[in-house]
């Protein structure tokens, strides 16, 4: 029988994975999936941060109400029973590979901008190094995998604190040049729901610290101080970076860029700028990718010790590590990455991105309406606050749902529906064997 994993993670390392795992690929690749929304893109980006917030304290509240839980599992499980918490969680942990799927897949856009060398690598090659790679750090154990997130998570930062501060030596040399590509498209409710839900991709992650809550130091004021801390940096840095990307690059480069980033530092930088930036933004993209690696793993553990999968994915290895769920997990974002390659990069990158986003937003409305559930129920001081905040968190999410599109919302109807046979043998092998 395996001991209790050990709880490693401190503030810094929480909070490095709030960050580390929102700032993956979506916000440096995305800009060209919202392009064609022109400025509405910008609004759907403030409606998104807005909405984003108002989740992060949702599972902050959650964080606090049960420090002893080891993911948001337990919380659903707690205010509205097994099977709304088996499908929030499956229809969650199955939009994680997928997400793997796509930040290999957008690390290899700007692998090829900073090493010209792989621009005859098969693309395919690439995101499955990648993925393997973070796999065999997180079999190192959580300390291994938490400390590779502080790392990439400062390193990150670099590049786009290297657009803001371009973004602002523009402004005051040549001011007219944020007026001459502004995008021609006219402000339209629909489009900015359309761009809001893109643009949620980018900023899925702010649950990252509650996942992992049984590996965390004093959770009950850890999970809730990074979650808020990450949260806020998170939507801040992602409203500069994108103000600055679709003023300053027209709004047909940006559609077809696989590399905005780079293009932007090309355009107003030095020649060879742009490479660098695309160094540490596949930098960027490693860490987001370690991080969920070390997330969907710690996840996959967690459901198994509940009886939600199979006993066999709940071992840990020598160091600790929840190895036969981390090598699982690989192997379902290899056949993601293999599944995708028949479309560009953009848009393989931004499907991929609406599934994830339609199959994550099960969890946030469940955990928003557990956090409304006891306010109801409860008679702390509390109480009115978890009820604006609950509504306010399932409201967001009805107006994701809406604006995600039928195609993305019906394949996360489709994952969540493949869960029901997963959950009906797990629960008759447990009466079997209780029996």
Known sequence: MNAPPA????????????????IGMGLFVLPASLAPYGMNALLGWVVTAAGILVIAQVF??????????????????????????????WCYWVSMPVANAALAIGIG??????????AGMSPAVIAFGLIWLCVAVNLLGVRTGGQVQIATTLLKLLPMAAVVLLGAWVLFADPGAYMRDVPANAIEGSAVMAAATIALFALLG?????IPAGRVRDPGRTIPRATMAGAVLTAGVCIAVSAVLILLIPQAQLAASQAPFTDLLERYSFAGSGRWVAAFVVISGLGALNGWTLVVGGLTHSMAVHGAFPARLK??????????????TGLFASVMVLLNFSKTMVQGFTFLTLVVTAAALPLYLLCACGLAWLAWRGTSASRREYAVLGILGALYCVFWFVGIGAESFWWAIALAATGVPIHLWMRR???TAAR
């Open 60 to 89: 902050a509240r959650m964080a606090r109400a049960y420090p002893e839980a080891d993911s948001p599992y337990a919380y659903i499980r707690a205010t509205l029973g097994n099977t709304p918490a088996f499908i929030a969680l």
């Open 206 to 210: 702010v649950e990252s610290a509650t």
């Open 429 to 431: 092998s447990q009466g």
């Open 7 to 22: 709880r490693e993670l401190g503030f810094w390392s929480a909070t490095a994975l709030v960050v580390g795992n929102t």
């Open 315 to 328: 071992n840990l290895n020598s160091r600790g590590a929840p190895a036969p769920a981390l090598v699982f």
């Open 109 to 118: 856009g700007y692998a090829v901008a900073a090493v010209p060398g792989f």
